[in-house]
Nanobody
Framework: QVQLLESGGGSVQAGGSLKLSCIVT????????LGWFRQAPGKEREGVAT??????TNYTASVKGRFTISQDNAKNFYLEMNNLIPEDAAMYYC?????????????WGEGTLVTISS
């Protein structure tokens, strides 16, 4: 059974940093895509960053240069967020699947909340 568990959310001031973690268990595919998504109140879910089994990364434009996605050998993955702005406040979800589009992500965590104070 595949499980994803996020941690690392919290409340920070604008300009601050947080590092989110996603611990993945039971995922045995050789080829995969791991991603971070977020959803703010009243807004649609948005893809933030993805990393695939070849190490290719992709970021939504609004976080480029501020966020970094990484993974370890155990398929756990992370999102380092720097220079946070109020617009980054959201529930952040990690997800995993064979392909990167959100529609192809088969497994999702329950989310970790990020709040930003200005």
């Amino acid at each position: 059974q595949v499980q994803l568990l996020e941690s690392g959310g919290g409340s920070v001031q604008a300009g601050g940093s947080l590092k989110l973690s996603c611990i993945v268990t039971g995922y045995r595919y050789i080829y995969y895509c791991l991603g971070w998504f977020r959803q703010a109140p009243g807004k649609e879910r948005e893809g933030v960053a993805t990393i695939d089994s070849d190490g290719n990364t992709n970021y939504t434009a609004s976080v480029k240069g501020r966020f970094t996605i990484s993974q370890d050998n155990a398929k756990n993955f992370y999102l380092e967020m720097n220079n946070l702005i109020p617009e980054d406040a959201a529930m952040y979800y990690c997800a995993a699947g064979e392909y990167c589009p959100a529609s192809e992500m088969n497994y999702w965590g329950e989310g970790t909340l990020v709040t930003i104070s200005s």
